[in-house]
């Protein structure tokens, strides 16, 4: 593909202040699925890349980590990027130890570079399933990546629609790592969240060592924003499939923002409503904390306190 890649709208071109939430993050909240994008002057973006995002880098990141009331994020290397993990490494050197990152790896990578990747605070790789996004997902090269970074102690993070999950379930529960699952698995919200889709999703997770990103509301929803009658409510057909993810496994439940929330079409989201999307669908003090704070930090920072 071209560099000159049609550039997509993002979040610097359409929301450059997210509002104030109305909800309070608690102390030591992660947000577990964000990224960075060049500055494309200083880490090009990689020629074969489906779309071209804006530049969103490490300065506006921590940024908007900070009007949140977020305390740290984990940065995932996304395919516009390609194999080139530079930017993202970058970011999380520069967090001061307040990030941890997600890279993209071939199976013929060195043990010196996992070696470095994993001391500059990477703990993890994705796999992106999404015919829109990657030309092939082929699974004998994914499962070479899988054993090379199983000694380490890394996860794989899986990108794939739910309608997919039957072709790719075997697979799946092939790998000899534990499993991050995105954005709900994408389920389709128009069908009931007690359907057999969602419901063979969740049979999925019930295997065990597998967690769940409750996040990208905005990815799939049909009703979508804005709020309704003034109250900070959006994305609602998403609510039950994440609130029945939040109440049947509440240990293995993770959130994130997406910032900043690329190749998307329709509408740019508010950052802040994001947050506000939280207590309605982790809906006890304890689960928030759950959710926002021991999860993440029993995954990415494992043995340090959350001072519970």
């Not at 500055?39 to 973006?45: A, H, L, V």
């Not at 995105?182 to 997770?205: I, K, M, N, Q």
């Not at 019930?206 to 049909?222: A, F, M, Q």
């Amino acid at each position: 593909m071209s560099t000159r890649a049609p550039k997509s709208p993002g979040w610097l071109d359409w929301c450059p202040n997210p509002s104030r939430p109305a909800f309070t993050l608690p102390p030591g909240t992660v947000d577990t699925h964000c990224h960075v994008f060049g500055p494309q002057e200083e880490f090009p973006f990689a020629p074969e890349r489906k779309y071209t995002p804006c530049d969103g880098g490490k300065d506006q990141l921590f940024a908007v980590r900070d009007r949140l009331g977020v305390s740290r994020n984990v940065v995932v290397q996304a395919t516009c990027h390609g194999a080139d993990n530079s930017a993202m490494v970058d970011a999380v050197l520069a967090s001061g130890g307040r990030a941890r990152g997600i890279a993209t790896v071939r199976p013929d990578i060195a043990d010196a570079e996992l070696r470095r990747l994993h001391e500059a605070g990477v703990r993890g790789v994705r796999f992106n399933f999404l015919k829109r996004l990657v030309n092939t997902a082929p699974q004998d090269e994914l499962a070479a990546v899988a054993r090379r970074i199983a000694p380490l102690g890394w996860h794989v993070v899986l990108y794939f629609e739910s309608a997919d999950l039957p072709e790719l379930e075997g697979f799946f529960g092939s790998l000899p790592t534990p499993l991050v699952v995105d954005h709900l698995g994408r389920p389709d919200v128009t069908a009931p969240c007690g359907g057999p889709e969602f419901s063979r999703f969740l049979r999925f997770v019930e295997r065990g060592d597998v967690w769940v990103k409750v996040s990208c509301p905005e990815r799939l929803s049909v009703t979508g924003p804005p709020a309704l009658d003034g109250e900070r409510h959006a994305y609602t057909d998403v609510v039950p499939f994440a609130r029945r993810v939040v109440e049947e496994f509440p240990d293995d439940v993770l959130w994130g923002t997406d910032w900043p929330h690329p190749n998307l079409t329709g509408h740019m989201p508010d950052d802040g409503l994001l947050v506000d999307y939280v207590p309605r669908v982790a809906v006890t003090t304890d689960q928030q904390r759950k959710l926002l704070v021991e999860n993440p930090t029993r995954l990415y920072w494992p043995g340090e306190s959350t001072g519970c």
